[in-house]
């Protein structure tokens, strides 16, 4: 059994009231409940605790040493949490976060609602725009983290890959489309393409991947190029062509069947994610937590 808070608060309120009934009480447990805490906490120790006398329960020799260190314990965890409540009191001021177009639309959001959900005194902005635009803005310190989406950017920053997505190929849901998983490269080469701009972070992991499978992207049938991911999506609905898209931008689409998902054959096409940050820039409390929030699996990219 691993030793829970808990049941050392149920022993040290049984040890003071020297009632069960009255301990179960205080406690909001039932009886019965309180009793098989006492229990777990005697098969544990191997020891009896407490035993039956004229008024009510008493300790045994075993039962006073376990609630000397109990109470010692508690006290002890109670410092601890008040200090925890400090820390994350402390944990405010204003942040100026910066993050491309596809990871900010459809990611960043959601971890910072998290975020303020544990902090809620700090004040974020969130700043969504072009990768070249955002490395730019952390460089001019107009932002103090960026997410970007792409290839590890160079810069006199320190960069963390904290997370990677699976991209595919988007085809609208006629039925030409319909019942199929893979889309072959000469096939994709010939059909009308929409990208989104160069210099996205998106449109340089493609770029490389094609490349990498011996593909040129001078092959590739461009027939527009849309910087609203959102238009790109509405354009491949209509029938207009295919696109490229990593899949945490496509939950909605893919739930509704209005859009299809497909891998296309021979590439594997991945996208990274990076924060991004100056060290000089994440001094303050709020800073120095955001960053290591987006480190944990916990961040909860939408």
Avoid at 252 to 264: F, P, R, V, W
Wanted: charged letters at 20%.
């Amino acid at each position: 059994m691993n030793m829970n808070i808990n049941l050392l608060k149920s022993f040290t309120t049984t040890a003071r009231t020297g009632r069960l009934t009255q301990a179960a009480e205080k406690l909001f447990l039932s009886q019965p409940a309180l009793t098989q805490q006492i229990k777990q906490l005697e098969n544990h120790f191997a020891l009896n605790l407490l035993e039956r006398c004229n008024r009510g329960v008493c300790l045994t020799e075993a039962g006073a040493l376990l609630n000397d260190y109990a109470r010692r314990i508690l006290a002890l965890y109670e410092e601890m949490e008040a200090e925890m409540d400090a820390m994350r009191a402390s944990v405010n001021g204003n942040l100026n976060v910066g993050a491309t177009s596809v990871v900010g639309g459809y990611a960043v959001p959601c971890s910072i609602f998290i975020f303020k959900e544990k902090f809620p005194q700090v004040n974020i902005k969130l700043k969504v725009g072009n990768r070249s635009q955002v490395i730019s803005d952390l460089q001019e310190n107009i932002i103090d983290v960026a997410v970007v989406e792409g290839e590890k950017p160079n810069g006199p920053f320190s960069v963390d890959e904290i997370a990677s997505d699976e991209v595919v190929v988007i085809a609208p849901s006629q039925k030409s489309w319909q019942g199929r998983n893979f889309i072959k490269i000469d096939e994709f080469i010939r059909q009308p393409l929409i990208m989104r701009e160069p210099g996205s972070g998106i449109r340089q992991t493609i770029e490389k991947c094609l490349l990498n499978a011996g593909i040129d992207k001078s092959k590739l049938n461009i027939v527009m190029e849309i910087s609203c991911v959102n238009s790109i999506k509405v354009a491949v609905e209509a029938g207009h062509g295919i696109s490229i898209m990593p899949k945490f931008a496509l939950k909605k689409e893919l739930h509704q069947g209005s859009l299809l998902a497909l891998k296309l054959e021979g590439v594997n096409l991945v996208l990274r994610i990076f924060l991004a940050y100056k060290n000089e820039k994440v001094k303050t409390n709020v800073a120095k937590a955001f960053v290591k929030f987006m480190h944990l699996p916990s961040r909860g990219f939408c």
